[in-house]
T-cell receptor, first 110, second 112 residues
Framework: KAGVTQTPRYLIKTRGQQVTLSCSPI?????VSWYQQTPGQGLQFLFE???????NKGNFPGRFSGRQFSNSRSEMNVSTLELGDSALYLC?????????FGSGTRLTVV | GENVEQHPSTLSVQEGDSAVIKCTYS??????FPWYKQELGKGPQLIID?????GEKKDQRIAVTLNKTAKHFSLHITETQPEDSAVYFC???????????FGPGTRLSVLP
């Protein structure tokens, strides 16, 4: 079966801009989570959506937001980008306990 | 909240030797402990997991042990091969519907 698909793979944005990242989960998975990965902070939890509702949220500022559609696809949005937002953003879906991760979107803020 | 520590941060072994990575967690409510392998340019891939009602689990060359009393769990890789070279992450979670807390990662290098 198809894995978790994230688009785009790479993005370069300027400070102050906003960005939207997309994630298509494994078919049948209703839970989608987002993580930020940086060399300094490791894997940090952003939020989780389940059946179009945000179920959990990590300790990130309100500039980070997300949503989930009825087909379980999810988007995350970052407004007013800062240099420190440069990271690999990983989406993961699950049906049971274990996550299946996508390959991530590498965001560079200049 | 949960805190997961992981050691060592880097590990180099000769091909064919064993590698052991250790993690400790703080929240006694955590009951699911997965291990992920991340290769360059890819997302983390689940390689093995264990639940709190089991002390050990093995899958070919990979095994995980859990000590609930001491709140630590370990990944054991035997007969290492160059393709085992990657960054390995441990994680802990209280269960379904809860997010994972990841350790900082271990960079494993298997030298031919």
């Amino acid at each position: 079966k198809a894995g978790v698909t994230q688009t785009p793979r790479y993005l370069i944005k300027t400070r102050g801009q906003q960005v939207t990242l997309s994630c298509s989960p494994i078919s049948g998975h209703r839970s989608v989570s987002w993580y930020q990965q940086t060399p300094g902070q490791g894997l940090q939890f952003l939020f989780e959506y389940f059946s179009e509702t945000q179920r959990n949220k990590g300790n990130f500022p309100g500039r980070f937001s997300g949503r989930q559609f009825s087909n379980s696809r999810s988007e995350m949005n970052v407004s007013t980008l800062e240099l420190g937002d440069s990271a690999l953003y990983l989406c993961a879906s699950r049906q049971d306990y274990g996550y299946t991760f996508g390959s991530g979107t590498r965001l560079t803020v200049v | 909240g949960e805190n997961v520590e992981q050691h060592p941060s880097t590990l180099s072994v000769q091909e064919g030797d064993s590698a052991v990575i250790k993690c400790t967690y703080s929240d006694s409510a955590s009951n699911y402990f997965p291990w992920y392998k991340q290769e360059l340019g890819k997302g983390p891939q689940l390689i093995i997991d264990i639940r709190s009602n089991v002390g050990e689990k093995k899958d070919q060359r990979i095994a995980v042990t859990l000590n609930k009393t001491a709140k630590h769990f370990s990944l054991h890789i035997t007969e290492t091969q160059p393709e085992d070279s990657a960054v390995y992450f441990c994680a802990a979670t209280p269960g379904w519907g809860q997010n994972f807390v990841f350790g900082p990662g271990t960079r494993l290098s298997v030298l031919p």
